[in-house]
């Protein structure tokens, strides 16, 4: 099993935020807002995975330039 410092390295070679904490600090959105975007389908490229939301970070990043433009 990994711990937490490997996982993280992983994550970021793997380019995923995980969790809805995570994306939300990403998006610069509340918790709340957060998860109400991804229940309603307004971030449709989160995936769940098992208990965990999780998103690649240049995918999400590329949906809200692509939203901007």
Same mark, same amino acid.
Request: glycine share 10%; charged share 30%.
């Given at each position: ?7 993280? %390295? ?8 995980? @969790?809805?904490? %995570? *994306?939300?600090?990403? *998006? @610069? =959105? #509340? /918790?709340?807002? &957060? /998860?109400?975007?991804? &229940? @309603? @389908?307004?971030?449709? *490229?989160?995936?769940?995975?098992? %208990? =965990? /939301?999780?998103? #690649?970070?240049?995918?999400? *990043? ?8």
């Amino acid at each position: 099993m990994l711990d937490e410092g490997k996982m993280n %390295e992983e994550n970021e070679k793997l380019d995923l935020v995980w @969790g809805v904490g %995570e *994306i939300a600090k990403l *998006i @610069g =959105r #509340s /918790y709340q807002q &957060t /998860y109400h975007m991804i &229940t @309603g @389908g307004k971030l449709p *490229i989160v995936k769940q995975v098992g %208990e =965990r /939301y999780v998103v #690649s970070r240049a995918k999400l *990043i590329a949906f809200f330039m692509e939203d901007a433009a």
